[in-house]
């Protein structure tokens, strides 16, 4: 419903027709941000795969640090503790 009210009220502010104390609509978290441009979550999401995965396919894997860059694998180090 929200993003169907946010589709009228942005034709509204496109037609100059609306009253609204804004200008345009900033579309945020309707369920594909990649949509309106936002970049993918990319860090939080490599730091829970870490977290999730055993420890021998994830961050004890010998080639762990090939796959998943040095911070993430640190920070799930450290949330696994």
Not at 29 to 43: A, K, M, Y
Request: no cysteine; charged share 25%; net charge neutral.
């Amino acid at each position: 419903k929200v993003v169907i009210k946010a589709d009228e009220i942005n034709a509204e502010l496109k037609k100059g027709s609306a009253g609204y104390p804004f200008d345009k609509i900033v579309y945020t978290n309707i369920g594909n941000p990649h949509s309106v441009g936002q970049q993918p979550l990319t860090w939080p999401r490599q730091v829970m795969a870490l977290v999730d995965l055993p420890d021998e396919v994830g961050i004890d894997h010998p080639t762990v640090s090939k796959m998943f860059p040095t911070d993430a694998i640190d920070r799930a180090s450290w949330l696994k503790k």
